[in-house]
């Protein structure tokens, strides 16, 4: 069975840090790509950052380039997203996702984890 495990979100307060980690189980983690999203309430899921099966390639969203770093290792089939100097409108659920290095389309998702930071 094919999952994605959120952990590492939590309440924090604006300027600080998380790391959330996501663990992958029942696929072969090195030939997938593995981004991270988030949804605010009322709002519709966004992007956050990617990074290509090998770890050569990563990409962001403007609203977190230089504030948010995102890895991955390949040998504890883990993803993680490194968030600093968070803000208010960081606030949301976090969304771990896979896609297969051959195809289109991100088709794996975790359940979320809720990341809150305070003014």
């Known amino acids: 069975q094919v999952q994605l495990v959120e952990s590492g979100g939590g309440l924090v307060q604006g300027g600080g840090s998380l790391r959330l980690s996501c663990a992958a189980r029942g696929l072969t983690f090195s030939i997938y790509d593995m981004g991270w999203f988030r949804q605010a309430p009322g709002k519709e899921r966004e992007f956050v950052a990617t990074i290509n099966w090998s770890g050569g390639s990563t990409s962001y969203a403007d609203s977190v380039k230089g504030r948010f770093t995102i890895v991955r290792d390949n040998a504890k089939n883990t993803v993680y997203l490194q968030m600093n100097s968070l803000k208010p409108e960081d606030t949301a659920v976090y969304y771990c996702?896979?896609?297969?290095?051959?195809?289109?389309?991100?088709?794996?998702w975790g359940q979320g984890t809720q990341v809150t930071v305070s003014s």
């Open positions: 996702a896979a896609k297969n290095a051959l195809r289109s389309g991100y088709d794996t």
